[in-house]
């Protein structure tokens, strides 16, 4: 029922600012942009990531045969680049794979945070193995050359423009992955800025400082080549070290906010909001809590505090006429108020689960959602602030309201399953007389569709 207004705090919505069940939802309209899902996000990146390593095998191969037949410093250093990235995008896939597994008692939330825990400690190897190695090698050839000017020949340009070409095609895949994922409120550099996967941000980044790394061991090599002058080979592999340092700074700052657990963006959870105060049977939400445990799952919790006038009038139509019916009510009182109390909790349970279903069909990714009713006056019952003539008025007014409204929203629902089963009788005699077995298979279809419909139609009664 709902509570009486006391002087310490408000008691909910009143008759006044209920929306009523057949008017527009509250909510604001979400976008409406076709956008890949998040199954086929993950599965292009996963397709990224295995062509980002064949082409790194290749390259790596390539570039160590370039550097053993020039000495250059800049290419060795271009080699090791290449052989932490290969070694990094197999890092990525086993923790995509391990992100896949389904949750089960031991980890009741899944896997989805183990994607993280491998892309760190590829970001680590990133670091460590390759700008550490090539860092080193590179001071050691600073002070001591080893590149053989004479012997920089096509083979090196080569193997530099392939390089760059391979790599190159490799980061325009993965920019356009983003570029059809960016939703349409944001530009594609905030898109970037908010990427939760870390093997796209890890190919993109990748990609981006070995393409960017060719140019630099060009430019190296290049005029060491042209004054004769081995330094600035050197310093083309000092450059291609630090930019491997950054990439894995970079990558391991990322694994850090989701490992120790991020929030989810205050736009989705506003949203989520929106739409839970947009149901006439909930008059408020509070002490919300969420978290991205994967990157394309999240969970949402949140305390609510759900309208019993409007539980009471979804009964009222089934338990009028128990009670008023009743010629031993005095009798059978205690059963039909402990069946009246089972069915609360039903009718409740019914309303979470449609609140859920409707979250997520905005929002796939809140795979997790646990919604506790929570009331601010749950010590008190709600019966002894209704002995006032004027509260009492007040509640007969808000019930009646919302009985009128729960009518109406019967009449729509019928109203359009009537238009649907119309339109399935209408799709399945549609056809050519020599299509029978076409036919056949459209009216198993629309049948089947009519069901569902159906199902969830008398779901919503």
């Not at 340009?157 to 920019?175: A, E, K, N, P, R």
């Not at 980044?205 to 050197?234: F, K, Q, R, T």
């Not at 309208?307 to 005095?330: H, P, W």
Request: hydrophobic share 40%; with cysteine.
């Amino acid at each position: 029922m709902q509570n009486p207004p006391s002087s310490s705090s408000s008691t909910g919505r009143g008759p006044q600012s209920r929306r009523p069940l057949d008017k527009p939802s509250g909510a604001p309209p979400h976008d409406s942009t076709k956008r890949p899902t998040s199954k086929q996000v993950k599965e292009k990146s996963e397709h990224v990531v295995k062509l980002a390593l064949g082409g790194n095998v290749v390259i790596t191969i390539a570039k160590f045969l370039a550097w053993l037949h020039s000495g250059s410093s800049a290419m060795l250093s271009e080699s090791i680049h290449s052989l932490v990235d290969s070694g990094n995008q197999t890092l990525l896939l086993i923790g995509i794979r391990a992100a896949a597994t389904a949750p089960d008692r031991h980890h009741q939330y899944g896997y989805g945070k183990s994607i993280y825990f491998w892309s760190l400690v590829s970001a680590l190897g990133t670091f460590w193995l390759g700008a550490g190695v090539s860092l080193r090698n590179s001071f050691q050839d600073l002070m001591s050359p080893t590149v053989q000017l004479e012997e920089i020949t096509w083979d090196v340009w080569g193997v530099l423009g392939v390089s760059f070409l391979i790599d190159g095609s490799v980061l325009y895949q993965t920019m356009q992955l983003l570029r059809d994922s960016k939703p349409k409120h944001l530009t594609l550099w905030e898109h970037i800025r908010r990427i939760r996967d870390p093997t796209t941000l890890a190919v993109l980044l990748e990609d981006s400082g070995a393409c960017l790394g060719v140019v630099m061991a060009i430019v190296g090599i290049g005029l060491s080549h042209a004054l004769a002058n081995p330094v600035y080979d050197s310093i083309g592999g000092l450059c291609i070290s630090s930019l491997l340092a950054a990439m894995g700074l970079a990558l391991a700052r990322l694994n850090e906010r989701y490992l120790l657990g991020q929030a989810v963006e205050p736009e989705i959870v506003d949203d989520i909001r929106k739409l839970l105060m947009a149901r006439p049977g909930i008059d408020n939400v509070q002490s919300v809590q969420s978290q991205w445990i994967g990157p394309y799952t999240f969970a949402y919790k949140a305390e609510v505090d759900f309208d019993g006038t409007y539980l009471a009038a979804k009964l009222m139509a089934r338990y009028e006429d128990e009670f008023l019916g009743s010629a031993r009510l005095k009798e059978d009182l205690p059963v039909l108020l402990a069946f009246y109390a089972e069915d609360v909790v039903r009718t409740l349970e019914r309303e979470v689960r449609d609140v859920e279903r409707e979250i997520r069909a905005v929002h796939p990714e809140a795979q997790f959602i646990e919604l506790e009713p929570a009331s601010k006056d749950a010590t008190a019952f709600a019966i002894d602030g209704h002995r006032e003539k004027m509260l009492r008025e007040l509640e007969h007014i808000t019930l009646n309201q919302l009985l009128i409204a729960i009518a109406k929203n019967v009449v729509k629902q019928q109203q359009k399953q009537k238009h649907t089963t119309k339109q399935g009788q209408v799709a399945a005699t549609r056809g050519d007389a020599g299509a029978g077995e076409t036919s056949q298979v459209g009216d198993g279809k629309g049948s089947e569709d009519v069901d569902v419909k159906d199902e969830g139609n008398s779901q919503k009664k």
